[in-house]
């Protein structure tokens, strides 16, 4: 059965920084591209940056410059370094799995989500 388990968000200033990291079981992440997502309340869910199975990856315009993920084979977990966090970085941050090495299958596991909220 695959889990990913979220943790590390929480309350932070603006400009502040927080390092969200997800635990993968049940699921090879090395295999498989992995992403974060976000959902800030009455907005639809948006997907924040990607790393695909050969380490390569993609970010939100909104986030570039910002934002790193990377991934620990390893340990089998996936992390997410936020710098210079916003307020409108505030929303609920998923880490999922996608079906395919380089982005293109879909997500078909879902983490629970962590909650990032950035005060002004």
């Known amino acids: 059965q695959v889990q990913l388990v979220e943790s590390g968000g929480g309350s932070v200033q603006a400009g502040g920084s927080l390092r969200l990291s997800c635990a993968a079981s049940?699921?090879?992440?090395?295999?498989?591209?992995m992403g974060w997502f976000r959902q800030a309340p009455g907005k639809e869910r948006e997907g924040v940056a990607t790393?695909?199975?050969?380490?390569?990856?993609s970010y939100a315009d909104s986030v570039k410059d910002r934002f790193t993920v990377s991934k620990d084979n390893a340990k089998n977990s996936l992390s997410l370094q936020m710098n210079s966090l916003k307020p409108e970085d505030t929303a609920m941050y998923y880490c999922a799995a996608n079906r395919d090495r380089y982005c293109g299958g879909g997500y078909g596991y879902w983490g629970q989500g962590t909650q990032v909220t950035v005060s002004s």
């Open positions: 790393i695909a199975s050969d380490g390569s990856t």
């Open positions: 049940g699921y090879v992440i090395s295999s498989y591209c």
